[in-house]
T-cell receptor, first 113, second 115 residues
Framework: AQSVTQPDIHITVSEGASLELRCNYS??????LFWYVQSPGQGLQLLLK??????LVQGIKGFEAEFKRSQSSFNLRKPSVHWSDAAEYFC???????????FGAGTRLFVKA | NAGVMQNPRHLVRRRGQEARLRCSPM?????VYWYRQLPEEGLKFMVY????????ESGMPKERFSAEFPKEGPSILRIQQVVRGDSAAYFC?????????????FGPGTRLLVL
């Protein structure tokens, strides 16, 4: 069965520092992979997605993610974090044979001045 | 182009009452998904609907929960005889097609509190 693991429940980084949020998935084939961001009290906004092709994906707000098949990972990165990036981040895997999207439990990002 | 709309944004019910949550998909989208987010958890898939059809309800609790997406009007998630454990944020998403690679656009959610 498909699953998504985000090992870090909380992460705190200083403003201006680099960021990497980890995501590991379990899926039998090449999955569709997504990163979403959720600000407090809001819905989810898509940051980026991977379907095929170049394994380094660029997204909005300066985020990027790299698909590594050998590690079953799709980590999210940003070179310089801004205070407005404080939010909860969800990694998700889509079923290539259908429509279901399975979400990880999320990583809450705190940004300190 | 308006995004996915959900109402109400907040809903308070007493145990045993009914909760009705509404979702209007983005214009041009005919596929709707409902998710539930419990505190400190990720989103859990509940049900996938197209107009007038339930395609997959494998994530729906067997009792008290139902969903519909009529030909006209919004999609409705109905919870009968609510219990405290139903307190959660319920998110609706829509997409243009139902393929797994299709981006789902999320509404702001309905926060249900059961007293």
């Amino acid at each position: 069965a498909q699953s998504v693991t985000q090992p870090d429940i909380h992460i705190t980084v200083s403003e201006g520092a680099s960021l990497e949020l980890r995501c590991n998935y379990s899926y039998g084939a090449t999955p569709y992979l997504f990163w979403y961001v959720q600000s407090p009290g809001q819905g989810l906004q898509l940051l980026l997605k991977y379907f095929s092709g170049d394994t380094l994906v660029q997204g909005i707000k300066g985020f990027e993610a790299e698909f590594k098949r050998s590690q079953s990972s799709f980590n999210l990165r940003k070179p310089s974090v801004h205070w407005s990036d404080a939010a909860e981040y969800f990694c998700a895997v889509g079923d290539t044979g259908g429509f279901k999207t399975i979400f990880g439990a999320g990583t809450r990002l705190f940004v300190k001045a | 182009n308006a995004g996915v709309m959900q109402n109400p944004r907040h809903l308070v019910r007493r145990r045993g009452q009914e909760a009705r949550l509404r979702c209007s998909p983005m214009k041009g989208h005919s596929h709707v998904y409902w998710y539930r987010q419990l505190p400190e958890e990720g989103l859990k898939f509940m049900v996938y609907l197209q107009k007038e059809n339930i395609i997959d309800e494998s994530g729906m609790p067997k009792e008290r929960f139902s969903a519909e997406f009529p030909k006209e009007g919004p999609s409705i998630l109905r919870i009968q005889q609510v219990v405290r454990g139903d307190s959660a944020a319920y998110f609706c998403a829509s997409s243009e097609s139902g393929r797994g690679r299709e981006t789902q656009y999320f509404g702001p959610g309905t926060r249900l509190l059961v007293l």
